[in-house]
């Protein structure tokens, strides 16, 4: 296993670690925000080493996306739980997560590889920034009276749904609607 699929390896162990900690702390501690900043940022630094080094892989191709998801959808659902996030934002956000992972799943049964889009970095990137500011809203490491939060959220939203526009309009071949 290489570097970079180690890292990703790595992130998804931190996501039960990640729950443990909100479970045993709340938000009243940096100690999930530091564990989830620490997860994130695994994701572009094993990103960097696949592209740089040379050393993509279909494990990093298949797993990379996941534990991305895996990530963000657990500490939503946490956030939920702690009622800071509405439901219906996340129902929206893992409703895309399963809508592409099927549609990936459907062209890869027919050959067809879709790579992540700029839409889809940038849905992940504001996700990951909206959780960030939500874990730490409560501490001392950061407190705001904007809705910096919140902002990022719908941001991250309507990213969401951009995003996934874009992959099924990209790839609509993929789709075979023809054969309805």
């Not at 298949?62 to 956030?79: N, Q, R, Y």
């Not at 592409?100 to 889009?117: P, Y």
């Amino acid at each position: 296993m290489n570097i970079a699929n180690k890292i990703t390896t790595f992130r998804m162990l931190l996501i039960p670690v990640f729950v443990i900690a909100i479970i045993i702390t709340g938000l009243d501690s940096v100690i999930p925000g530091i564990i989830f900043v620490g997860a994130a940022l695994t994701d572009f630094i094993d990103g960097y080493l696949a592209r740089s080094r040379n050393l993509v892989t279909n494990f990093g191709k298949f797993m990379d996306p996941l534990a991305d998801k895996l990530l963000s959808t657990t500490a939503l659902i946490m956030l939920i739980q702690l009622e800071k996030i509405a439901a219906w934002i996340v129902v929206v956000i893992v409703a895309r997560e399963f809508i592409i992972t099927g549609f990936r799943v459907l062209a890869a049964s027919n050959n067809v590889t879709i790579a992540a889009s700029i839409w889809g970095k940038f849905k992940t990137t504001t996700q990951f920034i909206a959780i960030i500011l939500l874990l730490f809203k409560e501490t001392l490491l950061l407190r705001f009276t904007f809705p910096l939060d919140t902002i990022f959220i719908y941001i991250s939203l309507i990213l969401t749904i951009i995003s996934a526009a874009d992959y099924i309009i990209k790839n609509k071949n993929v789709l075979d609607l023809n054969n309805i």
